[in-house]
């Protein structure tokens, strides 16, 4: 059993029986389940990198006038200067960051009734609330890592547009948003339907 504190950036305390220690021991069950939650938060951190770069290349490329804006035709309809569309973008990263380190946060340290999930009644049991928030926790990083890539497309779009004698929309702007949406879509279905499931219990 284990009963030492696991830190996966946000500090959370794993009850007994929280990991199924493997052959190796306790220790490397541990170690797994730290993995899980490490792997997802460092997606959200590489899209994170992969934004800033794409900010900076868009610093790069842009000209004093920008189109920000585009209408159901796919022709723009709005311009920007190239310092109000550069720091639109700037504190559109910014605040996705804020939104989603806050949210796990408050996941992690708040009252577990704050979160709303499937079967809340067990998974907020002292017995069960570590999973819980690492659970949940997984879950905002993902969507996080899935809105900032959603973010730089809408970086590309712009620069790509800044760069047409006739600005338009590119269609693969349309792709990127069905795929976000459906994407986001299908992962709360699973969410509600099976990822917060009460385990069965171990055989004996």
């Keep these: 059993m284990v009963s030492s504190g696991v830190r996966f950036g946000l500090k959370c305390r794993a009850p007994h029986g929280f990991v199924k220690p493997h052959h190796r021991g306790a220790g490397s069950g541990l170690a797994i389940t730290v993995a899980v939650v490490t792997r997802t938060q460092s997606w959200f951190v590489g899209t994170l990198a992969v934004y800033a770069a794409t900010w900076v290349w868009s610093w790069s490329r842009l000209a004093q006038r920008v189109p920000t804006h585009f209408g159901a035709d796919g022709q723009v ?3 920007s200067s190239r310092g109000s569309a550069l ?8 605040g996705a960051t804020a939104f989603f380190v806050a949210v796990t946060a408050m996941v992690n340290h708040g009252r577990p009734s704050l979160v709303n999930i499937p079967n809340a009644h067990y998974w907020s049991q002292p017995a069960h609330l570590a999973r819980m928030r690492q659970l949940v926790t997984e879950d905002l990083w993902l969507f996080g890592a899935w809105t900032v890539l959603l973010l730089t497309s ?10 047409m004698p006739r600005p338009t929309i590119a269609p693969w702007a349309s792709v990127c948003l069905v795929v976000y949406v459906v994407g986001v879509a299908a992962r709360i279905w699973y969410m509600y339907r ?7 219990p171990p055989s004996a």
């Design 154 to 163: 809408i970086e590309v779009v712009i620069v790509s547009a800044a760069d």
């Design 87 to 94: 720091l639109l973008t700037a504190l559109l990263g910014v």
């Design 77 to 79: 309809d709005q311009w």
């Design 194 to 200: 099976h990822r917060y499931d009460v385990p069965a």
